[in-house]
């Protein structure tokens, strides 16, 4: 089955007692039974909830994974992760993380002895110098948030099985549409389903996507334990959401194309981070590892001046100022102020992410109107 009918088909089914072939919300904490312990696969919606159960069987479909599991936020999918480790594990991560994710790992993790080291990933030999016979996780994103590195999955795998440990992909930013970390190694794949997979600005959610039976069960236990479950509702939305994902995808990467050879053409951008450039450093993985560049975008002014990135932020009309991506929408960001606040001006500095740094995630509309914004806005 080709993604775009998987998209649509996979993990779900129609309402048995009706017919409903969209997915009921089924708004319920709890379930009866007939004896107890015996009951129809439910018995309270922290642990099981139909909505969510297509929800994550839909999201294993479309990484060709054998499990799912859905959270409440992204957030609270990582910190799932996060506590199948033990104090005095390490973890190695790139040094251009997004800043939500440093934020857990070195002020709430690292209070419970986990210690984390972050590198620049793109470059394989580095990680391979950060592992110790404590390295228990590796954890990749690519491309990166927000400078659109390309982390090599496939070497990263080798040198966590040869660790000894295990490889988690955040794939938010590419979704599996653009490529399917199990399928290069990854022993999970992590989203933040806010972001494309929903994709209409309307939800926030996270999930987890894994092969293995005993590390989904593990998982599975922390899920229901810790509670970071989300309500159906949220799993309705992001199951409408996902039947979409492909044609809107499309037309991310056709827009973002364009957007960024526009950028690259403008006698005022100095730089322009994007991975379908042939000069990209790590543009051959990419072309490898992924099915297109997708509609994530970064770049500088010349000059490299704060107050010139804050002046072209406040004269976008269509790439609305906000938080979060991925959606139908174009949205425009400053990762100093904003998503990567949390992580030190020093540290941020050294990854190479500078304070005048406009973060773009292009949206399905038109080019030309995106275009005309983009050069009223910088001038």
Same mark, same amino acid.
Not at 243 to 267: D, S, Y
């Given at each position: ?12 089914h129609p ?5 409903a072939i ?6 319920t904490s709890t379930?009866v !039974?007939r004896? #107890? +312990?015996?009951?129809k696969?439910f ?8 909505t ?10 479309l990484?060709n %994974?054998?499990? +799912?599991l ?15 480790l033990? @104090? +005095? ?7 251009? *993380?997004?800043?939500g994710?440093?934020r857990? =790992?070195?002020k709430?993790? !690292?209070?419970?002895?986990i210690k984390f080291? =972050?590198? #620049?990933?793109?470059?394989m030999?580095?990680?391979e ?5 404590r390295?228990? *996780?590796i954890?990749?994103?690519? @491309? ?12 990263a ?7 000894g ?6 794939n938010? =930013?590419?979704?599996p549409y653009l ?6 190694g990854?022993d999970?794949?992590?989203?933040s389903?806010?972001?494309? &997979? ?8 996270g ?11 593990r ?7 810790c509670? %970071?479950?989300? %309500? ?8 409408r ?7 809107r &995808? !499309? ?7 364009k957007v960024?050879?526009f950028?690259?053409?403008? @006698?005022?951008?100095?730089k322009?981070?994007? #991975?379908?450039?042939e000069?990209? @450093?790590?543009?051959?993985i990419a072309a490898k590892?992924?099915r297109?560049? %997708?509609g ?6 010349? +000059?490299? /001046? !704060?107050a010139?990135a804050?002046?072209c ?5 269509? =790439? ?6 991925g959606?139908?929408?174009?949205l ?12 030190p001006?020093?540290?941020?500095r050294?990854?190479?992410l500078?304070?005048?740094l406009? /973060? ?7 080019a030309d109107? *995106? ?9």
């Amino acid at each position: 089955m080709k993604f775009g009918t998987k998209a649509i088909h996979a993990g779900v089914h129609p309402d048995p007692t009706t017919g409903a072939i969209m997915t009921p919300i089924y708004q319920t904490s709890t379930y009866v !039974q007939r004896s #107890p +312990g015996d009951h129809k696969g439910f018995e309270y919606s922290r642990t099981h909830n139909p909505t969510r159960s297509q929800l994550q069987d839909a999201l294993a479909a479309l990484d060709n %994974g054998k499990h +799912g599991l859905a959270f409440a936020t992204g957030m609270a999918a990582i910190d799932c992760i996060v506590k199948l480790l033990q @104090p +005095g594990d390490e973890v190695i991560s790139t040094n251009d *993380l997004y800043g939500g994710s440093y934020r857990l =790992f070195t002020k709430v993790y !690292q209070n419970y002895g986990i210690k984390f080291h =972050f590198v #620049p990933m793109h470059d394989m030999t580095a990680v391979e110098a950060a592992v110790t016979e404590r390295t228990k *996780l590796i954890w990749v994103e690519t @491309p990166t948030n927000p400078l659109l590195n390309v982390i090599d999955i496939a070497a990263a795998s080798a040198v966590a099985k040869k660790a000894g440990a295990l490889l988690v992909v955040d794939n938010t =930013f590419s979704t599996p549409y653009l490529q399917t970390p199990l399928e290069l190694g990854a022993d999970m794949v992590m989203y933040s389903l806010t972001k494309y &997979m929903a994709g209409h600005s309307d939800t926030v959610m996270g999930a987890v996507i894994v092969n293995d039976d005993e590390l989904h069960q593990r998982l599975s236990f922390y899920q229901n334990a810790c509670g %970071g479950t989300p %309500g159906p509702q949220d799993c309705f939305l992001v199951l409408r959401g996902l039947k979409t994902l492909h044609v809107r &995808m !499309q037309r991310h990467c056709e827009n973002g194309r364009k957007v960024a050879e526009f950028l690259k053409a403008h @006698p005022k951008v100095e730089k322009v981070y994007w #991975p379908g450039f042939e000069d990209h @450093p790590n543009h051959a993985i990419a072309a490898k590892q992924m099915r297109d560049f %997708g509609g994530m975008i970064s770049f500088v002014l010349k +000059g490299d /001046r !704060q107050a010139d990135a804050v002046a072209c932020l406040e004269k976008f009309q269509l =790439f609305s100022l906000a938080e979060s991506l991925g959606g139908v929408e174009s949205l425009s960001g400053h990762p100093a102020t904003m998503t990567h606040a949390s992580i030190p001006a020093e540290e941020r500095r050294k990854a190479g992410l500078s304070d005048s740094l406009i /973060r773009l995630s292009v949206g399905i509309e038109d080019a030309d109107d *995106l275009l005309e914004d983009l050069q009223q806005a910088i001038g």
